[in-house]
């Protein structure tokens, strides 16, 4: 089974930058979605981003239009969330979610990460 490890959390001020990763024992997928889901303290989770191999689209929430950005590389088995002009309502724990599935003849999997925190001071 695919395992995957999120990283790259920490504490910044407000306008500040992170880059988060989320990377995978394997990357041998035949189709993928791979999306960044955060949640705050007292919230329900939040869609941030995704990617997917379907047609190369990715997808933002718009609270975070024009200031994340997600990438791929699937050379180092790896999906990044790159933040930029941090904001303090940017705070929750951020994690990596993965549907997957290795040929068309077969379901998607889903798996999830443990989860890292931002924080963002004001």
């Known amino acids: 089974e695919v395992q995957l490890v999120e990283s790259g959390g920490g504490l910044v001020q407000a306008g500040g930058s992170l880059r988060l990763s989320c990377e995978f024992s394997?990357?041998?997928?035949?189709?993928?979605?791979i999306a960044w889901v955060r949640q705050a303290p007292g919230k329900e989770r939040e869609g941030v981003s995704c990617i997917s191999n379907d047609d190369g689209s990715t997808y933002y929430a718009d609270s975070v239009k024009g200031r994340f950005t997600i990438t791929s590389d699937i050379a180092e088995n790896t999906v990044y969330l790159h933040m930029n002009s941090l904001k303090p309502e940017d705070t929750a724990v951020y994690y990596c979610?993965?549907?997957?599935?290795?040929?068309?003849?077969?379901?998607?999997?889903?798996?999830w990460g443990q989860g890292t925190q931002v924080t963002v001071s004001s």
């Open positions: 979610n993965a549907e997957y599935r290795r040929t068309a003849r077969v379901r998607f999997t889903t798996i």
């Open positions: 394997d990357f041998a997928f035949g189709d993928y979605a």
